[in-house]
């Protein structure tokens, strides 16, 4: 199947710094997503790109769909205790008619008082 | 709105020990999925159904089953549970017409398998 190539798979951050992380693939990907999981909960969608190029932004958050459509990044801005949790970037595919979601193994945020 | 509903929260079972997972929603979405979260590999596709009567076989389907007889549950079964099994498992759903922006996930199941 599909393999999504999570990178860093945690990080250790000042509260107020800003923090990059990315994924990458060998398959190409025609939506990429970007998802935060608190803990004990389940994940919550942060960013949907959906355009080969596209920079879209939430907030403090900013994503990336690589041009190559094989990867992604997600960049978080003055970073806040609440962004603690663990990152997750997905991407769709599309075999036939159907609609194939892989999920890299997500990076652990930190962030330090 | 409930959203996706998951239960129970918590379970611990014996190896050999049968058991379903439920899951529900109440957004009358076509699409629901079951993922099982393992540390250091993300979520995995268990199995999913496009639709009422219709199921498929996601990346890890072995050990499982699910039927779809209401668009509103997904319940999923564990025959004979063993150790492998133990993991965190996610139900999620998402409407026929919108993309992945509007997939819900439950709150998921936490499972232990002595």
């Known amino acids: 199947g599909q393999q999504l190539n999570q990178s860093p798979q945690s990080m250790f951050i000042q509260e107020g710094e800003d923090v990059s992380m990315n994924c990458t693939s060998s398959s190409i990907f025609n939506t990429w997503l970007w998802y935060k999981q608190d803990p004990g909960e389940g994940p919550v969608l942060l960013i949907a790109?959906?355009?080969?190029?596209e920079l879209t932004s939430n907030g403090r958050l900013t994503a990336q769909f690589g041009i190559t459509r094989k990867d992604s990044f997600l960049n978080i801005s003055a970073s806040i205790p609440s962004d603690v949790g663990i990152y997750f970037c997905a991407g769709y595919t599309i075999s036939g008619s159907a609609r194939q979601l892989t999920f890299g193994s997500g990076t652990q945020l930190t962030v330090l008082p | 709105n409930a959203g996706v509903t998951q239960t129970p929260k918590f379970q611990v079972l014996k190896t050999g020990q049968s058991m379903t997972l439920q899951c529900a929603q109440d957004?009358?979405?076509?699409?629901m999925s079951w993922y099982r979260q393992d540390p250091g590999m993300g979520l995995r596709l268990i199995h999913y159904?496009?639709?009422?009567?219709?199921?498929d076989q996601g990346e890890v389907p072995n050990g499982y089953n699910v039927s779809r007889s209401t668009t509103e549950d997904f319940p999923l079964r564990l025959l004979s549970a063993a150790p492998s099994q133990t993991s965190v498992y996610f139900c999620?759903?998402?409407?026929?017409?919108?993309?992945?922006?509007?997939?819900?996930f439950g709150p998921g199941t936490r499972l232990t398998v002595l």
């Open positions: 999620a759903s998402r409407g026929r017409d919108s993309w992945a922006d509007t997939q819900y």
């Open positions: 957004m009358n979405h076509e699409y």
């Open positions: 159904s496009v639709g009422a009567g219709i199921t």
């Open positions: 790109l959906y355009k080969a190029g």
